[in-house]
Structure formats: structure tokens, C-alpha cells
């Protein structure tokens, strides 16, 4: 969050002043009389440091009146002559002088912070930073009412039932296909990413926009980082069933489709009435400002938005309202692929703004629409204003002539201010620029307060302000910097005029956070940092009452350090991105649950089901099956129900299903459809994330004979999708990664694979790879698996805490069993062939059994070609993201065919090679396997074609005749020598899946002379 110049203060004074690595491992505040020089010195430099106008950042004759420590917290009193220059100062600048005061103390993780108050004259009150902004003047602190009791609410680890080794995190982030009934039911959260692209105004070079953080620094950038952050927030948020009230939209959707009451596409039935007088209106007709319609139990009126879907995609729905007192709880029915969501807004508590109603999967010239209804269970007045989809392109100019340029990025990328000046300014009627977006001195300042300020707007306080405190909340995100040293989260408290209960708030949600990674370490790359102060205070203008009115408690979240290259490789880290935002929504209902009159229980969602598989059981039934999930500290509470969800094409989900049990039998599914399914378990605190996507596809006699199986569980830093900036000059070329999880594992490759075989006329039923390491599916149930390895590899290679190869030596034995007995495999993924041959991991496996030898780690290229057998009349094809692939593959396998095995798919450019590689064992059973994920060919066409063609060559196994051990097609004295190897009699047992068992003829788990006997009536000799 902190600005690179205090940074560079900070450091100077701690060497010059204190000396390298003074109070770095303090336990108490320094001495008064070091205290004092350090600030002297620190507030010289800082009348020597150029401010966000330009000006000095403090005068050069404020003084040092006197310092004194509160626990870890300095308080600093300084005087300003009287007589001399007015001095003004922002918002960035107050945070930035109140940091650099307290910037020799940085180093030591248990300072709180710095509370700074100046006077003018030595005859004067000492006043906050606050009374120095632009028309800010002294005001007298408001009473302060108790704090509320944190003894309800204690931050106290809870019993860990995760297994030793378990992997409990990664999975789809994704909110619920339903609004959920939990802990944040009837609380509306406003939240807010820190920071993004801003026009350069105050420097008068208006055509440059700059980010307002370093643009990629350890392969990150703060700006954008804050964002994906938010994403990951908003979908917790909602499954805990909050109102959620995003600042800078979420989605990731540059297209934009808004429709006005008044547009053509918005149809209505029943009574409905034209509101010409409210100031304040979505639009610029103001002879119909909005419709409204008396709200009944029983619905009598609709309003209908028919959006023209021209690409298909996930796409944020909003919806616009102006709240009043007369409102009510009102039902949104968003139309998507998957079917009908409803969600329900309270807008007698929330609107003036975009509120935030879920991601929905939309495809072209699809039956797509939000409905709004008058049916609600309280009385009042019904609002159909304006509906969004997408959140478009920034499309506000600053400058003017020819430097009167757009930002040219995605408006999500841009900083709040525009936002709310295109939604408030351009796009809406009634709103207060220099009260919302434009009350500052720069673009840059204006954003500071912008949220808050927004948020202020859409809130509907009651006159009490402790009256019903637990149903707002206000959180914004950031990451910290200091000097590449520090590590660790804080929150942070404002010196400006904290809320109501804005230390308390601080602490729990701190305390939280620390206390959730801390259960996760063992599953991270590097060690979490819980440091000695969970809270820091400084001049904050985002989270002060003048912005926000204290009508709502508010805090900034500093989840780590940026410029630490430990703490920037974990907010790079997708699971570590989830597990943060999942343990702020825990934090938020700690805290409100101690308000008065709170209704927000103590309970948190639960983690997603584990295991799952979606079996076909013939004749139209389908069984879904789970383990429950993991529950501790972090992962949530226990779950007590569970709701399944379907879908037909695998991203639009709905018609949810709910059990207690773990498993249901689904009946009806017809001959000839895929269907698609994900679970997600359920308790009081709401909803969990939910499981990765099954498929389901039934024959038209029998059971499915093709086992999809997912074992691309893994979502690390070096999957991230990297964003290339391509403007201004001074950004060109940067690559920051984002944590954009659609982009690195979507956890629905499933998807690809069905859609292939389905157009190759396979039945199929699906299951996540631990049931089969588990033994919860068996293999031999099937005739042919097909195996989504992904970017999966060995967890060694890319953390050392934890360990797991690609395919684990169950798995490599359960394969090799089944293959040997008679089944088909294909076998397609990007590290496959290095972790398992090269890492040696599984080198016998790959080698003798798949027939296939590591080449190189890089092909280097997105483009393939058939080179021979099954896929020689294969074209050429990409695996391209630019033209559609699901992910980027950053390491396509270098294959090569061992010998009776064949090339069937050669790379095209880059370091060339091959790219896949079919082997036939005399049809006892047969292979395919490519060095990159099948998943990520772009074309579908291309896609179901390939697999066609695999299909074919697989179904022709017919397995091995009666004790043909070597699988050459007779059975001789060479198998006699193999069988000899296990012979051990009838005392001794084989393990489960043991190798030896092939040879147990009579199936007694032992291989004696009944076995024997078997073989003896096989002998055909060599033929």
C-alpha cells in the first residue's frame, strides 16, 4: 500500500539515526531520547520529500513538541508557527507524513503505528491530520460508546481433522448457484480493492496513466493483486449470504450490456407506476426516472431485462436502485445457462449504486434475463431501475485536446474513482461529484476516499448509528511494503477519526487471519508470519469517519508484503489468495457476531466435499458420491448438509438438490445426454466452494465403459496467468502475474474431455483421483480411462512442504494393473512425461508400460500436427490461449516412442519434437499420451475429431488370454518363469492391488497350485 518514497525514508533513518537493525528484534519501545532524535530526523526528511503535489511533505518549521509511547504506539505532537503559510495537505500525503514519522520503528514487527496531531501557535489545541486536508477545520471527538465483548467471539484454534498429508486447499472459487441462507444473512458488506490505474493529473501530464504501485515488482503488482483479491472475497462473501457491495467491478468481464428501465429490451407485466420527481435515478430520462410496483405476497408484477449476448462467457449481474425507507426485500431471478438464481436484496438498506448479485455463465442468442418481481414477504414499493452485465472498458477521459485520453484498460483495472464517475457522473443523475468521486486535489486522492464515500451513499443508516451496527461492514484490501525485510498481514487503524468499533473490528479480523494461515502453513511454499502487532495506526482517509460517516465500522487489510520476495511468491499463490479471502469473511462475522443485537451466528462455512465421482449405474440412474470435507480452524466448521447442483454444459449450474447423506442416486437420465454436476456441502455459516465438475454421459444397454478421471488438482503460482502491459511507455513490456483462477485451473477440464467423447459416441462416468488412489472406484469396473493430468506435477518441485507426484504409486499400480488385464488408457498433460521419467518419479511406469520416453521440459510452442499412426490424418492445430485454450501450458513435454510404439502428434516451431505417442501391446491393451493437456487444444472440432480417433484404437483391446504374463499373446514357459516369481502357496496372502494377483486364478488372494492348475489348461506354447 505505502508509497516507495517512504520506503526509502524509512530505511534512511533506521541506518543514519538508530543504526542497522535497532528495535529489529526490540521487546520494549526504545528510550525517550533515541525516540526523539529518530522523529527529528525523520520529520527533517520528510520537509526534504517531495509530496503528491509536488510541494514538501511537511513544512520545514513544523517541530517536535513532545513523543510518548501508548504500549507499541507513538504518539507524536508537533507545532506549526503560527502566522505562516496555510498548510493543506491529501490524503496520500497525511498517510505518507504519519508513516514517515514512525518509519524508524518499521522494522519492528510489534510497532503499532504512529498517532500524529499538530497545532498551529503554541496557544492552540493540538489537532489530528484530518483538520490539514482540504477543507478540513479542528472538531471536537465524538463520545465514544463501549466496546463490544470479544468474549463471545475468541479466536481460538479448533481441532484439525485434516489427514497428514491431505491436500485441503485449491478447488473452484465460484458463489453459489442460490443465494445461501448463513451468517451473513441481512448484512450488506461493502468492500473495495486498493489502488489501479490513474490518470496522471496532478503532475500536468494528463495523457500518462500510472499505477499507483510499482507496476511488477517479485512478478506482481499491488494494484491488480488487490483486485483479483477482491474476487476471490466477493464469492465467500455471498455463499456466507451477504449483500455484496463491490467498489471496482469483479468478474473479469470487459464487456458491459446495461439496460435502463426505459429501454426496449425491458418488458413489464402488471401494474407499474413512473417515478418523475426522485433527484436521484439511474439514467438521464427524467420523465421516467424508474418504475416502481407495490410489492404482495403473491407475485402481480414483473419487470423483464433482455440482454443481446453476442459472446458467451461468465459474466457479473448487477443491479441499480435507488434505496428509501419505503422499499423492500426484493427478489432478483437471474436467467443463465444453468437455469434460474434468485437473489434477494434488502433495498430498504442498501442501493444508489451497483450492488454485486453473482457470476453467471451466459451463451450467445441464449434464453438470458433478470426478472424482477413485486412478490416479497414485507410490505413496500418494488424498484425496477437499471440491470448491468459485465463491467466493461474504462471509458472515462482526463486532460483535455489531444491529451484527453481513456486509460485504454479494463475498468476494473482502474483505480474506484472511475468507476463511480462513470456510473454516479456520466451514466446516473442526481449524484454529488465533490461528494463522492471528485473531492480532492488529484485522481489519486479523489480514490482514496471514493469507497467510502460510495459506500456512505448506498448505506440507509438509521438514526442511531448502534442501532443494527452488525448489518454493514466495510473492508478494503491491500498489501503492504516497507524495505523488502518485513513479512506478515496487518490491519490497520485510522488517526483521522476511527469508526465506532474500528480497533476491535481491526483486531478480530487480524487475529483471524493469522490464526487460519497459521493452520494452513504446511500447505504453503513458505512459512506464514504472524507478527507481534496484529494492528497498525496511521492517517487513513479510506476508513475515516469523515468519509464514511461512521455509519459502518471500516478497516484496510495489509495481507502481506509486496516487496518481500516470501510474501509476494504467497500472494501469488491462488490457494493462498482463497484461504485469505475465506478467513476475512470469518473474521467480519467474528466481529459483527459481537455487536449488540447482533443476529450474525458464530458459525463458518464449510470447506468443499472431497472425492467426488458421478458414476452411471445403468438404466438412467446416476450415483453421486463424496467424503466430507476437511474441517479446522481455516477450512471452516463441519458440514451438516449438502446441496448438489446440474448443469448441461459444465459452467451454468442450477437446480440444486439437497441431502444429508453422502451420496444420492439421481434416476431419468436420458440415453444420448451429458449431464453435468458439482457439490458443495452446507451448514449454518452457508455455503462451501464448490467441488470440481463431474460429467456424466449413460450407453444405450449396460453402464458407461469410459472412466473420466480428474487429476488435475493443483493451482500454484507457476500456473498464474501473466498479463503483459502494453501502454503507457513506462509500463510496456512489464509481465506482472495475476491470481486469475479461471485462467490457471478452473477445476471443469471435465468438460473438454465429455464434449470429445460425446461427439465420439462414448458413455462415460467421472470421479476426482483420490477415489481411485483410495479405492473407491475401481478400474476394472471399465474398459477404457481417460486421464486429465493437466499442469499437475510433483508438489517437490514447486513446494517443499509438501510432496506428491503426478501420478502417485498407487496410481501407477492400479494403472498398470488394469492395463495388463485388458483396458485402454489416454493419458494427456503437460508435465507428465518430466516428473514421471525425467524426476523419476514413476520412470518404470512411463517407460515400460507407456511406452514413452522424456525428451525435454519445453517444446516452446502452442502448435501440433499429426505425425502418423491414429493421428496421422490429424491437421495441424493450437493449443493457443489467444485463440481459445482454457490456460496456458508453459511447458509442453518433449516426448519420443520407445521402441513398438509410435509418434502420432509432432510439435510445429518452437523446440519441435513429439508431441503424443500411441502403443499397442498385441491388443492386450493400449496407449495414447500427449505432452501437453488435451484439454487445451482450442478448436472443439479438433478436439472431438482427436478423440474419435482414439476411441477407435481403444476399443479395439481385447485383453490378455489366462496366464499370459508377458502379454506376447501365448502362453509358454516365459510365463511359466513369471508365474514362478509369485508362486508362494496357499499360506501366503497378497496385499490388495498387489501385481502378483494377476496370477490368482481362482481368486483366493494367493497364488498356490490351483493357479497352477489354471494355467496348465491355457499352455498353447510359443505361437
Known amino acids: 500500500m505505502y508509497d516507495v518514497r517512504i520506503t526509502r525514508l524509512a530505511a534512511c533513518v533506521i541506518t543514519c539515526v538508530l543504526g542497522a537493525g535497532a528495535f529489529a528484534e526490540a521487546a520494549e519501545p526504545p528510550a525517550p531520547d533515541a525516540t526523539l532524535a529518530a522523529v527529528e530526523q525523520a520529520l527533517k526528511q520528510a520537509s526534504e520529500t517531495r509530496a503528491d503535489g509536488g510541494q514538501p511533505l511537511c513544512p520545514a518549521d513544523l517541530t517536535v513538541d513532545q513523543i510518548e509511547w501508548e504500549g507499541n504506539r507513538l504518539h507524536v505532537y508537533l507545532t506549526l508557527p503560527a502566522g505562516g503559510p496555510e498548510w493543506r495537505i491529501s490524503d496520500l500525503d497525511a498517510t505518507a507524513f504519519s508513516r514517515a514519522l514512525g518509519s524508524p520503528f518499521l522494522a519492528n514487527p510489534a510497532f503499532e503505528g504512529t498517532i500524529v496531531r499538530v497545532r498551529v501557535g503554541r496557544d492552540r489545541p493540538y489537532d489530528s491530520l484530518q483538520a490539514f486536508l482540504p477543507g478540513g477545520s479542528p472538531s471536537a471527538a465524538q463520545p465514544r460508546p463501549p466496546a463490544p465483548s470479544q468474549e463471545t467471539a475468541p479466536v481460538e484454534p479448533v481441532s484439525t481433522v485434516a489427514p497428514q498429508g491431505e491436500r485441503g486447499l485449491g478447488g473452484a472459487t465460484v458463489q453459489a448457484a442460490r443465494q445461501p441462507i448463513g451468517a451473513l444473512t441481512g448484512v450488506t458488506v461493502f468492500v473495495n480493492a486498493g489502488h489501479g490505474w490513474t490518470a496522471d493529473d496532478n503532475n500536468n501530464d494528463p495523457d500518462t496513466w500510472f499505477l499507483q504501485r510499482p507496476g511488477d515488482l517479485w512478478d506482481m503488482n499491488e494494484d491488480h493483486g488487490n483486485l483479483d483479491q477482491l474476487n476471490y472475497f466477493v464469492h465467500y462473501a455471498f455463499n456466507a449470504g451477504a449483500t455484496v457491495v463491490p467498489f471496482r467491478p469483479v468478474g473479469w468481464q470487459p464487456i458491459e450490456i446495461v439496460l435502463d428501465n426505459d429501454d426496449a429490451a425491458v418488458t413489464y407485466t402488471g401494474a407499474w407506476s413512473t417515478n418523475t420527481t426522485n433527484p436521484k435515478y ?253 494492528t497498525y495506526t496511521s492517517s487513513y482517509g479510506a476508513i475515516c469517519t469523515p468519509a464514511n460517516g461512521d455509519e459502518f465500522d471500516a478497516t484496510i487489510v495489509e495481507l502481506a508484503f509486496h516487496d518481500n520476495q516470501q510474501d509476494a511468491e504467497l500472494l501469488r499463490d491462488c490457494r493462498v489468495r482463497s484461504a485469505m479471502a475465506k478467513s476475512c469473511v470469518q473474521g467480519i462475522v467474528r466481529f459483527l457476531n459481537t455487536l ?161 467423447l460425446a461427439a465420439a459416441g462414448a458413455a462415460f462416468s467421472t470421479c476426482a483421483d483420490e477415489s481411485v488412489n483410495e479405492g473407491d472406484i475401481l478400474l476394472a469396473d471399465y474398459h477404457t480411462v481417460v486421464w486429465i493430468s493437466g499442469e499437475q506435477r510433483t508438489e517437490a518441485e514447486l513446494t517443499p512442504n509438501t510432496g506428491g507426484p503426478t501420478l502417485t504409486a498407487t496410481e501407477q499400480t492400479l494403472l498398470s494393473t488394469f492395463l495388463t488385464n485388458g483396458g485402454g488408457l489416454f493419458l494427456s498433460g503437460a508435465e507428465i512425461a518430466y516428473d514421471l521419467d525425467d524426476q523419476a518419479n514413476g520412470r518404470t511406469f512411463y517407460e515400460n508400460t507407456v511406452k514413452a520416453n522424456f525428451i525435454g521440459d519445453d517444446a516452446d510452442t502452442y502448435t501440433a500436427t499429426g505425425a502418423g499412426g491414429i493421428l496421422g490424418g490429424i491437421g495441424t492445430f493450437d493449443f493457443d490461449p489467444a485463440n481459445g485454450a482454457p490456460y496456458n501450458v508453459n511447458s509442453p513435454d518433449q516426448i519420443a516412442p520407445q521402441p513398438g510404439a509410435e509418434a502420432i502428434l509432432s510439435y510445429v516451431g518452437g523446440a519441435g519434437g513429439t508431441a503424443g505417442v500411441q502403443y499397442d501391446q498385441n491388443k492386450v491393451y493400449r496407449v495414447v499420451t500427449f505432452g501437453f493437456p488435451f484439454e487445451t487444444i482450442s478448436s472443439a472440432t479438433t478436439r472431438a475429431d482427436i478423440m474419435q480417433e482414439i476411441m477407435g484404437f481403444l476399443e479395439e483391446v481385447k485383453g490378455p488370454p489366462p496366464c499370459d504374463y508377458d502379454l506376447d499373446g501365448d502362453v509358454d514357459l516365459s510365463d511359466y518363469a513369471v508365474f514362478s516369481f509369485c508362486f508362494q502357496g496357499p499360506t501366503y496372502a497378497f496385499p490388495p492391488y498387489h501385481l502378483c494377483l494377476v496370477m490368482d486364478g481362482d481368486e483366493d488372494n494367493d497364488v498356490d497350485l490351483d493357479d497352477f492348475g489354471v494355467c496348465q489348461q491355457e499352455f498353447t506354447g510359443e505361437l
Open 596 to 756: 449488540s443485537g447482533s443476529q450474525v451466528p458464530l458459525a463458518f462455512a464449510p470447506d468443499t466435499p472431497r472425492k467426488v465421482r458421478a458414476i452411471d449405474a445403468g438404466g438412467g440412474d446416476v450415483v453421486l458420491s463424496w467424503t466430507v470435507p476437511l474441517s479446522d480452524q481455516a477450512r471452516g466448521d463441519p458440514a451438516t448438509g449438502y446441496v448438489i447442483y446440474q448443469s448441461g454444459n459444465g459452467y451454468g449450474f442450477g437446480d440444486p438438490i439437497t441431502t444429508n447423506g453422502l451420496s444420492v442416486t439421481l434416476s431419468g437420465l436420458p440415453v444420448g445426454e451429458t449431464r453435468y454436476y458439482r457439490i458443495a456441502a452446507t451448514n449454518d455459516g452457508g455455503e462451501s466452494m464448490p467441488s470440481e465438475v463431474l460429467a456424466v454421459r449413460r450407453p444405450a444397454e449396460g453402464t458407461a465403459p469410459v472412466l473420466i478421471v480428474n487429476g488435475f488438482d493443483q493451482l500454484r503460482r507457476q500456473q498464474n496467468y501473466v498479463q503483459e502491459f502494453l501502454f503507457p511507455p513506462a509500463y510496456a513490456g512489464m509481465t506482472p502475474e495475476r491470481q486469475t483462477w479461471r485462467r490457471s485451473n478452473s477445476y471443469d477440464y471435465t468438460v473438454q474431455h465429455a464434449e470429445a
Open 282 to 534: 439511474y439514467g438521464t430520462n427524467a420523465s421516467d426516472r424508474y418504475r416502481f410496483a407495490t410489492a404482495a405476497t403473491t407475485e402481480s408484477a414483473t419487470a423483464v431485462y433482455t440482454p443481446t449476448i453476442t459472446v458467451t462467457g461468465f459474466y457479473p449481474v448487477y443491479c441499480f436502485a435507488i434505496a428509501s425507507d419505503n422499499r423492500t426485500l426484493q427478489t432478483y431471478r437471474i436467467k443463465h445457462s444453468g437455469g434460474i438464481s434468485e437473489v434477494a436484496v434488502d433495498h430498504r438498506l442498501v442501493g444508489n449504486g451497483w450492488v454485486w448479485l453473482g457470476n453467471y455463465y451466459l451463451e450467445a442468442g441464449g434464453d438470458n434475463y433478470v426478472k424482477i418481481t413485486n412478490e416479497s414477504p414485507d410490505a413496500g414499493n418494488v424498484i425496477a431501475d437499471a440491470i448491468r452485465w459485465g463491467s466493461g472498458m474504462g471509458d472515462i477521459a482526463r486532460g483535455s485536446g489531444a491529451g484527453n485520453m481513456i486509460s485504454g484498460y479494463a475498468r476494473d483495472e482502474e483505480c474506484a474513482r472511475y468507476w463511480a464517475h462513470s456510473e454516479l457522473g456520466n451514466n446516473a443523475t442526481g449524484f454529488s461529484a465533490s461528494s463522492i468521486w471528485d473531492s480532492s486535489t488529484s485522481d489519486q486522492n479523489d480514490n482514496v476516499r471514493t469507497a467510502a464515500h460510495w459506500a456512505r451513499e448506498m448505506n440507509q443508516e438509521p438514526s442511531d448509528l448502534t442501532v443494527d451496527r452488525w448489518k454493514r461492514i466495510y473492508l478494503e484490501f491491500h498489501t503492504n511494503a516497507f524495505n523488502g525485510s518485513a513479512r506478515g498481514q496487518i490491519t490497520l487503524i485510522t488517526d483521522l477519526g476511527a469508526t465506532m468499533y474500528q480497533e476491535e473490528y481491526a483486531v478480530i479480523l487480524a487475529d483471524e487471519v493469522d490464526a487460519d494461515m497459521l493452520t494452513l502453513d504446511s500447505e504453503f511454499e513458505h512459512s506464514w508470519v504472524d507478527r507481534a502487532s496484529p
